[in-house]
């Protein structure tokens, strides 16, 4: 699976990667673990030194970890998320590094339609980069 991972070509072969990343308008989040031996912390950062040369709208967050690749899951609170709080509620309390599993249906959260519709792009300024 990693291996296939490794190999997917989201460019489908149409273009050099660094040239649809360019045509991205949308804000690019690169976030690394410092414990990743899948895509490494250097490969991150690397990927956003040389976007920021171009681009603007390019941050790196990176999350320390002893959990490697999934540790985007776990380490819930070391990355800012400004729709974290604004987009779900009731609002998901961390205590002590943890978030308590809700006893409500399904993840126990549910979603503010009138945030999600604020952030919402119209499908007519979608534009296809491929």
Excluded: W
Excluded at 45 to 64: F, Q
Excluded at 67 to 95: C, S, V, W
């Amino acid at each position: 699976m990693n291996q296939l991972l490794k190999t997917i070509d989201v460019t489908d072969g149409q273009k050099k990667n660094r040239e649809l990343l360019d045509k991205v308008e949308a804000n690019i989040h690169i976030i690394g673990v410092d414990s990743d031996l899948f895509f490494t912390a250097e490969e991150n950062r690397e990927t956003h030194k040389k976007l920021a040369l171009t681009k603007e709208n390019v941050t790196y967050y990176e999350i320390n970890s002893v959990h490697g690749h999934d540790a985007f899951l776990m380490e819930y609170d070391q990355t800012e998320n400004a729709l974290r709080e604004e987009l779900t509620y009731p609002a998901i309390e961390i205590k002590n590094g943890m978030i308590e599993v809700p006893n409500r249906p399904g993840l126990g959260i549910d979603v503010d339609e009138a945030i999600l519709a604020k952030y919402a792009i119209p499908k007519d300024k979608i534009k296809s980069i491929l």
